[in-house]
């Protein structure tokens, strides 16, 4: 059960980065020139793009929870 928790997780981030990659313009473009640099091996092209993904998805997913533990903490003293 435990692993697949882990593996939940994680393909949670790669979704969660996939759709922030494809509908964020800015992140897109800065993310598509190091995917057509990949050669063409193939186990690159399927691992690099996702790996990339799932990054991002680390990265948003820490911003969320940075703004509502500070939103969380505002309600606290507020009360």
Same mark, same amino acid.
């Given at each position: 059960?435990?692993?697949?928790?882990?593996?939940?997780?994680?393909?949670?981030?790669?979704?969660?980065?996939?759709?922030?990659?494809?509908?964020?313009?800015? !992140?897109?473009? =800065?993310?598509?020139?190091? %995917?057509?640099? *990949?050669?063409? &091996?193939? $186990?690159?092209?399927?691992? !690099?793009?996702? =790996?990339?993904?799932?990054? %991002?998805?680390? *990265?948003?997913? &820490?911003? $969320?929870?940075?703004?509502?533990?500070?939103?969380?903490?505002?309600?606290?003293?507020?009360?």
């Amino acid at each position: 059960m435990r692993g697949l928790t882990i593996v939940g997780t994680a393909a949670m981030f790669l979704v969660g980065g996939g759709i922030v990659v494809h509908n964020v313009p800015a !992140i897109h473009h =800065l993310i598509e020139p190091i %995917i057509m640099d *990949i050669p063409n &091996l193939s $186990v690159a092209q399927a691992t !690099i793009p996702a =790996l990339l993904n799932g990054v %991002i998805g680390i *990265i948003a997913g &820490l911003i $969320v929870v940075a703004v509502f533990s500070v939103i969380g903490k505002f309600k606290a003293t507020a009360s």
